[in-house]
């Protein structure tokens, strides 16, 4: 494990144990998803951040005029010290290591939901339903298009995948056929 992962990871806990006793877990998670989509909107905004030739200071001026008054307190104090630290860039592995911790810490999973067209809400409920049963936790679908799906879906929750795709029920319904000719 890298050195900035496990840095990534000690931000994170401490800005979870912030949110937590504040009751805004979520909140600040998605005021991290919005600050790391800022920082990912351009190729201006990341050859800024990661430019040798621009001070820890006058990086700081210019990102706190952006989002002061937008963010948390703890949000924006957190990226006053990634900034000030020189570690701004990992930021993305920060958001990751957040949601698991606050994820962990609520009893939600989060599912990555792949199909070939976006799901509405109704149909990210009825995933959310039917999966949370299964895993015995609240789940949280992130709907992401396949274009090489020929139809179905595939559910990624952790390190388990469901594939209800038509590919793969073929795929198993050719195994039976083969152990079935044995």
Not at 63 to 84: D, H, N, P, T
Not at 88 to 105: H, R, V, W
Not at 112 to 140: C, D, H, M, S, W
Request: glycine share 8%; charged share 30%; hydrophobic share 40%.
């Amino acid at each position: 494990m890298s050195r900035e992962s496990v840095a990534a990871k000690r931000y994170a806990k401490a800005l979870y144990e912030i949110a937590a006793g504040e009751n805004r877990t979520l909140e600040v998670e998605e005021e991290l998803k919005a600050l790391v989509g800022a920082f990912r909107s351009g190729a201006e905004v990341s050859h800024f951040i990661s430019s040798p030739n621009i001070t820890e200071s006058q990086k700081w001026e210019v990102i706190s005029q952006a989002i002061e008054g937008k963010l948390s307190k703890s949000v924006v104090s957190l990226a006053k010290l990634l900034v000030e630290r020189g570690r701004i860039g990992i930021l993305p592995e920060l958001l990751d290591a957040y949601i698991k911790i606050s994820s962990d810490a609520l009893g939600i999973a989060n599912a990555v939901v792949l199909t070939t067209y976006p799901l509405n809400e109704e149909e990210k409920g009825q995933v959310a339903a039917e999966f949370g049963a299964l895993v015995g936790k609240k789940i949280r679908v992130e709907n992401e298009i396949d274009k090489s799906l020929l139809g179905g879906m595939k559910v990624r929750i952790g390190d388990t995948l469901y594939d209800g795709s038509l590919a793969g029920k073929l795929e198993r319904l050719e195994k039976s056929f083969r152990r079935q000719a044995l």
